[in-house]
C-alpha cells in the first residue's frame, strides 16, 4: 500500500445495513466516492451513497459483475454473508479489501477465528466445540455441559443464538440456530457459558504502517444474542485493560491488514477471555457517535486512507439503546421521537430501513450523562419513547 493517497477514493461496501450508512457518511464527508450493496433495495447505506447495486453477494458471477463494472480502490465488507473465495481472487487481481481478504474469509465462520485464537495463537476462550446435527449436538452438550450456549458458525447480529440450561432445550437449540445460520451451513457450535462480570468490545484500529490503536472498552448487554445496549467507560481495572490490549493487538496482527476490528472479550473476576472479532465497525461502537471525538466510523475510514488518527478521545460517560420493531410490516413510520429529544445530551439515529420485523434493529438512541448509570438510563428511556409503527 503506497501512502498517503489522493483523495477522493472509490470504496465498494459489501453490506449496507446501518453501520455502512455511517461508514459512507463519514467517507463522503472527505469526499469519496461511495457505492453501496446489498441484497435488498433501499437499504440503510444506500440511502446516503452515490450509488447503489442490489445483488446476492453470495452469487460469485454477480459480485465480480459490480467490482469489474465500478473497479474500485477499496471493498469494504459490511457484513459475514458474501462469497468470501471471490475476495480472494480479486485481492490476487490487484484489489484492496478491508482488512484483508484472508481476514474476511477467517471471521465469516466462527469456528476459523475460534481456532485462530485458541490452538493457533493460545488465547484463552471458552470451551467450544461443535455439530452438524441435532444428534451430535445432545451429545457434545453433554460434553461441555448445562447450561451452554448455542449458535451457528455463520450468522450475525446474534441470529440462531441460545442458552441452554438442560437436556430439554437442546432439540429447540438445535432448530433455531439451523434457522438463523447464513447460507448453507448445518454446522453449529457449542460453547461453555462463562459467568462474566461484564461483556466488552474493544474497538482496535489496526493501521497500515502506524502502531495499532485501542478505542476505551465499551461495555455491552446482549439479549438473544444481539446487543441491546452499550457504554462508556466501563470502570475496568488497568489490569484488565492491559490484558485485553493485548489479546487483540495479538489477533489482529495474525490477521493483517487495515481498519477497525470489533474484539469482544468476557470479563469475569479473574480472566479476560476472547469471545468473538468483527473485522469491521461494531454495532456496540453506535455509541462512539455520542462518546469520542472520532467515532468507529471515522477511525475506520482514516485507518484505510492512511489518514493520521493523532488522538482518540472519550468525552465522558455515554450510552446507546437499540430502537427495536415489534411487528412485520413494509410501511415503517415512527412516533415519540419528539418526545424522546426533549431530554438534554440525547440523539436518535433512526436507520431508515425499509421494513421491519419483531425485534429488528431499527434505530438508537445515544445519550451522556454525569455517570454511566445515568448515561444508560437516558439512552433507555428515550429508547422506550420511541415506537416503530405501521
Known amino acids: 500500500m503506497n501512502l498517503p493517497l489522493k483523495l477522493p477514493q472509490t470504496i465498494m461496501l459489501l453490506g449496507a445495513g446501518e453501520l455502512g450508512k455511517e461508514f459512507a457518511i463519514a467517507a463522503q464527508r472527505l469526499g469519496n466516492f461511495v457505492i453501496a450493496v446489498d441484497r435488498y433495495e433501499n437499504a440503510p447505506a444506500m440511502q446516503v451513497a452515490d450509488r447503489a447495486e442490489v445483488i446476492s453477494m453470495l452469487d460469485a458471477e454477480d459480485l465480480e459483475r459490480v467490482i469489474e463494472q465500478y473497479k474500485p480502490n477499496f471493498i469494504v465488507p459490511e457484513i459475514e454473508a458474501i462469497r468470501t473465495e471471490k475476495l480472494l481472487e480479486f485481492e490476487q487481481k490487484g484489489y484492496t479489501v478491508i482488512p484483508t481478504a484472508a481476514a474476511t474469509n477467517y471471521t465469516m465462520n466462527r469456528d476459523r477465528i475460534r481456532e485462530l485464537a485458541s490452538q493457533e495463537l493460545g488465547i484463552r476462550t471458552a470451551k467450544y466445540a461443535y455439530a452438524s446435527s441435532e444428534a451430535e449436538l445432545i451429545k457434545v452438550s453433554q460434553q461441555i455441559g448445562f447450561p451452554n450456549v448455542v449458535k451457528p458458525v455463520m450468522s450475525s447480529s446474534g441470529k440462531g443464538q441460545s442458552i441452554v440450561n438442560s437436556p430439554e432445550q437442546v432439540s429447540e437449540a438445535w432448530q433455531y440456530a439451523i434457522a438463523g445460520s447464513r447460507g448453507a451451513s448445518q454446522k453449529i457450535i457449542i460453547e461453555e457459558f462463562i459467568d462474566f462480570e461484564i461483556e466488552i468490545t474493544l474497538l482496535t484500529v489496526k493501521q497500515w504502517q502506524d502502531p495499532t490503536l485501542f478505542c476505551p472498552a465499551i461495555g455491552h448487554r446482549q439479549e438473544r444474542g444481539d446487543y441491546q445496549e452499550s457504554w462508556q467507560p466501563t470502570g475496568l481495572t ?41 473485522p469491521r465497525p461494531h454495532d456496540t461502537g453506535m455509541v462512539t457517535l455520542i462518546s469520542q471525538n472520532l467515532n468507529e466510523f471515522e477511525l475506520h475510514l482514516r485507518a484505510i486512507l492512511g489518514l493520521p488518527i493523532p488522538k482518540i478521545e472519550q468525552l465522558g460517560a455515554s450510552a446507546s439503546a437499540v430502537i427495536l420493531a415489534s411487528q412485520n410490516s413494509d410501511k415503517i413510520a415512527y412516533e415519540g421521537v419528539a418526545e424522546a429529544l426533549a431530554e438534554p445530551d440525547v440523539e436518535v439515529r433512526l436507520f431508515g430501513k425499509p421494513d421491519s420485523r419483531p425485534y429488528r434493529r431499527m434505530g438508537v438512541t445515544l445519550a451522556k450523562g454525569q455517570s454511566t448509570q445515568q448515561a444508560r438510563d437516558k439512552a433507555k428511556k428515550a429508547a422506550d419513547c420511541i415506537k416503530v409503527v405501521s
Open 238 to 278: 488497568e489490569t484488565q485493560v492491559r490484558e485485553a490490549e493485548k489479546i487483540a493487538q495479538k489477533v489482529t496482527d495474525a490477521l493483517g491488514g487495515a481498519g477497525i476490528f470489533g474484539v469482544e472479550f468476557f470479563v469475569t473476576a479473574d480472566e479476560v477471555i476472547f469471545s468473538e472479532l468483527s
